[in-house]
């Protein structure tokens, strides 16, 4: 079992940053894929991004293509996202994930992934 407890969290005004931080434990390991999606208020959950343990690659949703980062220690068994430039449109409750055998074509699809955190709100102003 995982689990999974993200923070960082806040409001901000548009154009500012932010940094989210989900921190893991449990049955993790370097086979484990972890990801950021979010839910804003009536609308369906969509990816953010997604970082797998090996490889070095990076999967991200086009619309946070340029502005978001998602990095991990896996030292700290911890992953983040750096959001910059920050929009109205992405005030949303962001929830970590975990998942085993996580592969690139289903990096971003939230049936991928087995855990998920209590989530972190992220309102943006304008």
């Known amino acids: 079992h995982v689990q999974l407890v993200e923070s960082g969290g806040g409001s901000v005004q548009a154009g500012g940053s932010l940094r989210l931080s989900c921190a893991a434990s449990g049955s993790t390991d370097r086979s484990t894929c972890l990801a950021w999606f979010r839910r804003a208020p009536g609308k369906e959950r969509e990816a953010v991004a997604a970082i797998p343990t090996r490889g070095g690659f990076t999967y991200y949703a086009d619309f946070v293509k340029g502005r978001f980062t998602i990095s991990r220690d896996i030292a700290k068994n911890a992953v983040y996202l750096q959001m910059n430039s920050l929009k109205p449109d992405d005030t949303a409750m962001y929830y970590c994930?975990?998942?085993?055998?996580?592969?690139?074509?289903?990096?971003?699809?939230?049936?991928?992934?087995?855990?998920w955190g209590q989530g972190t709100q992220v309102t943006v102003s304008s």
């Open positions: 994930a975990a998942g085993l055998g996580v592969q690139s074509w289903n990096a971003l699809l939230a049936n991928s992934y087995n855990y």
